[in-house]
């Protein structure tokens, strides 16, 4: 279940289900939107991409779903799996085509 | 492995001191940042370089000094630095096309800083 602690919303899901992160963002004139994975004591890595133009983008094992009207985006993990564990970032490029990212959530896989 | 690196890693500093984080890419971007992030926070933007000039410093203390000696580094000069400093420092860099910062940041493991 997804619970929100002092400072970092949690997401728990057993190992071998579907996750779904989301993520509201604020700009509606942003074009260009990134989802971020922070492993502990590590730097964010990139983990897949979506255009303004598209509302929907699919990597290996995850699917990136944008809803312009609302200003949602969800990342969808399929097959979570214990190295899935991390801290989640969305991140949206809009004004001086610079990025701010979301508060984040930790999601945590469990056996 | 990232093709940005942070040095050091780790550095504690007293308030009094000066010290510098040190950041290199050779992927032949034109564009690099400095954010700050505070624990479970999300990374804040400091500062833009672009084509080696600063482009957007995010109101940030003098304390902090961005520096871009040529477009494969990125350094930043910490002087007088309070204990609320104290954070992960990370460095990106991404292309520039077409004047503008396109595509995706390629971020460092980040230089962690404790100000005593």
């Known amino acids: 279940g997804e619970s929100v602690g002092l400072h970092l919303p949690t997401l728990s899901v057993q190992e071998g289900d579907n996750s779904i992160i989301n993520c509201a963002y604020s700009n509606s004139a942003s074009d260009y939107f990134i989802w971020y994975k922070q492993e502990s004591g590590k730097g964010p890595q990139f983990i897949i991409d979506i255009r303004s133009n598209m509302d929907k983008r699919q990597g290996q094992r995850v699917t990136v779903l944008l809803n312009k009207t609302v200003k949602h985006l969800s990342l969808q993990i399929a097959a979570t799996q214990p190295g899935d564990s991390a801290v989640y970032f969305c991140?949206?490029?809009?004004?001086?085509?610079?990025?701010?990212f979301g508060p984040g959530t930790r999601l945590s896989v469990l056996p | 492995d990232t093709e940005v690196t942070q040095t050091p890693k780790h550095l504690v500093m007293g308030m009094t001191n000066k010290k510098s984080l040190k950041c290199e890419q050779h992927m032949g971007h034109r564009a690099m940042y400095w954010y700050k992030q505070k624990a479970k926070k999300p990374p804040e933007l400091m500062f833009v370089y672009s084509y080696e000039k600063l482009s957007i410093n995010e109101s940030v203390p003098s304390r902090f000094s961005p520096e871009c000696p040529n477009s494969s580094l990125l350094n930043l000069h910490l002087h007088a630095l309070q204990p609320e400093d104290s954070a992960l420092y990370l460095c990106a860099s991404s292309q520039v096309v077409a004047g503008t910062n396109t595509g995706e940041l390629f971020f460092g493991e980040g230089s962690r800083l404790t100000v005593l």
């Open positions: 991140a949206e490029r809009g004004y001086g085509q610079n990025f701010v």
